[in-house]
C-alpha cells in the first residue's frame, strides 16, 4: 500500500497477461470507492513480472501462475494462506482472417501445418512459448518451424499475424482472442494440449491491509469469475 503526492491511498496489482483482457473488463481504476484504494496495474507475463520482484519492485496483491506464486510465497514474498487459484488456459493458434483455415485437429495435422507455414510466431519467454518449444522438439520438427519461426519477446504473439511478419501464431487461447483482426483457428489437439494454472495472492506487507483485501474480494468473486470466462479462460 502506498500514497500518492496527494495523500490519497494506492493499491497495486501485477496481473499476467493471460489474464489482461478479464481485468481490464472490470474497471478497476473506477472502484476506488468500493476499494478504497485507486488500483495501479501492470500487466505483463508472469516472468516478467518475477523479475520486477526480484529487481525489488513489490506489488500488493499479484495474479500469475500458480507455481510461480507458490514459489514466491515459500520465499515468504506473498503469504501462502492467501493464495486463491482463479483460471487455467489452454494454448491456441491464431492466422490472419483471409488465410484458408488450417487443419489442426490431431497431433499429425498440427504437425504438416506447422511446418508448411512460413512462419510462425512464438513467445520466447511466455508459458506458451516455452511449451510449444518443448512440443516441437517432441513432434522432432524443431529446426524446420525454428528456422523461419517469428520470435516475440513480449506481447501478442498475434500481432505478427496481423502485420505480415508470420502466417500462424501461438500464444494463450485468452490472450489470441483479445487481438484485433487475428482469427483463432483452435486449440492445440488434446493429445499435446497444455494449460497453464493462474492464482491470485497477496504480498506480505499487504497482508490485513483493507483496500488489498477489498482488491481481492473482487478479482475472486463472481463478476470476476465470469470476466475470466468470457475471456476464453477455464475458471476453477
Do not use: W
Amino acid at each position: 500500500m502506498s500514497s500518492d503526492d496527494n495523500g490519497s491511498p494506492r493499491v497495486s496489482l501485477f496481473c499476467a497477461a493471460a489474464l489482461k483482457s478479464a481485468v481490464k473488463s472490470l474497471g478497476l481504476e473506477s472502484l476506488s470507492t468500493e476499494i478504497g484504494a485507486t488500483v495501479d496495474i501492470i500487466y505483463a507475463s508472469t516472468n516478467v513480472l518475477v523479475q520486477r520482484i526480484d529487481d525489488g519492485a513489490l506489488p500488493d496483491v499479484m495474479i500469475g501462475m500458480s507455481g510461480s506464486l507458490q514459489a514466491l510465497a515459500t520465499l515468504g514474498i506473498l503469504v501462502p494462506g492467501t493464495i486463491v487459484p482463479l483460471a487455467k488456459s489452454g494454448i491456441g493458434i491464431a492466422a490472419s482472417p483471409d488465410r484458408t483455415q488450417p487443419d489442426i485437429s490431431t497431433v499429425r495435422t498440427l504437425a504438416r501445418t506447422l511446418t508448411a507455414a512460413g512462419s510462425v510466431a512464438y513467445s520466447r519467454n511466455s508459458p506458451s512459448g516455452l511449451y510449444f518449444q518443448t512440443l516441437i522438439t517432441k513432434l522432432g520438427i524443431a529446426g524446420e518451424v525454428n528456422s523461419r519461426a517469428t520470435l516475440i519477446d513480449h506481447g501478442p504473439t498475434a500481432a505478427a499475424v496481423i502485420d505480415g511478419r508470420a502466417d500462424l501464431a501461438v500464444q494463450q487461447i485468452s490472450e489470441l482472442l483479445h487481438m484485433p483482426g487475428a482469427r483463432v483457428i483452435g486449440p492445440l489437439p488434446d493429445p499435446v494440449q497444455h494449460y497453464t494454472s493462474f492464482s491470485l495472492a497477496l504480498a506480505a506487507p499487504a497482508a490485513g491491509k483493507p483496500a488489498a483485501e477489498a482488491l481481492t474480494r473482487i478479482l475472486t468473486g463472481p463478476r470476476a469469475r465470469t470476466a475470466y470466462a468470457d475471456a476464453g479462460l477455464e475458471v476453477s
